[in-house]
């Protein structure tokens, strides 16, 4: 596996990237127009849907920790931190969501605070890919590899402690974004704010020359990402409509698809030393 990090893209792993990229893009512009219809409310699909995102994000995770235990370098540190900080907002968000566990949702929560972790998880997962951009050709392997470990897992866990604290108990002093189910226009400058972190992500791993297959299937789950978003919160009207349930799913395949790629070349990686 860790030859992903650093070996160039085959035409093969290209084509499928393009594939990605291609399908998400005419699957965008079909639904865009329609994000704003109005769909039949259905809660159950909340924890089901981040369950296995979460799963999906917690794995990743660890295949990425476990990298970098092997390599000590940044860029797997940088994503192990990034997958881990959104696995850990997840449950605060799905705990917070209105009308799934309680009315007002858990944890002391209010009409906002859930808008509100969906951004800080949204915004925040972006600058961990640009700092990836930025780090990923420095391959000097760093020392105190277990200090390094445990400052990653802390940076993420006090992450996602403090931007949820924010959103609870700090909910008062927090723009509203949620009017009911539907948007205020302060979400409107929110979530183009988020949108343009994506898209910067996007042009961070872009720029930064030469590609490796990684940074190829980054860039497909940062187009998801960017496409998440729009159908998701910027596009739509609100809360159960066909924006914010197509949106979450490019969001669950966007989480997955590194985690799918990691396991196929790990499997590679296994059949190479099975028969070399």
Do not use: C
Not at 18 to 27: E, F, K, P, R, Y
Not at 101 to 111: D, E, I, V, W
Not at 154 to 181: E, K, Q, S, Y
Not at 195 to 206: C, G, I, N, R, T
């Amino acid at each position: 596996m860790s030859s992903l990090l650093t070996r160039s893209p085959s035409p093969g792993d290209r084509n499928l990237a393009l594939l990605m990229l291609g399908a998400s893009t005419v699957i965008f512009v079909l639904l865009a127009p329609f994000a704003p219809v109005k769909l039949p409310a259905q809660p159950l699909f909340i924890p089901v849907y981040q369950g296995l995102l979460l799963l999906s994000d917690l794995a990743t995770a660890a295949i990425f920790l476990a990298e970098f235990r092997a390599t000590r370098t940044r860029g797997a540190l940088v994503l192990a931190v990034a997958y881990l900080f959104t696995a850990l907002l997840i449950v605060p968000h799905t705990l917070s969501f209105p009308g799934l566990f309680a009315p007002q949702g858990l944890m002391g929560s209010g009409p906002q605070t859930t808008a509100w972790l969906y951004m800080f998880w949204h915004a925040g997962f972006p600058l961990l890919v640009i700092a990836y951009a930025l780090v990923r050709h420095d391959t000097r392997p760093l020392a105190h590899r277990a200090a390094w470990l445990l400052f990653a897992v802390l940076v993420a866990i006090a992450a996602a402690i403090g931007f949820t604290l924010l959103a609870t108990r700090g909910h008062d002093h927090l723009p509203a974004v949620m009017a009911g189910n539907g948007y205020t226009f302060a979400m409107l400058g929110a979530m183009t704010s988020v949108w343009v972190l994506s898209l910067l992500a996007l042009a961070a791993l872009w720029l930064r020359l030469p590609h490796s297959t990684l940074d190829l299937w980054m860039m497909v789950v940062m187009a998801a990402w960017v496409f998440d978003i729009g159908l998701a919160a910027a596009l739509n009207a609100g809360r159960y409509d066909l924006g914010f349930y197509s949106g979450r799913i490019y969001g669950l395949l966007a989480a997955s698809f590194v985690l799918l790629m990691l396991l196929r070349e790990w499997r590679r990686s296994r059949t190479r030393q099975a028969y070399p």
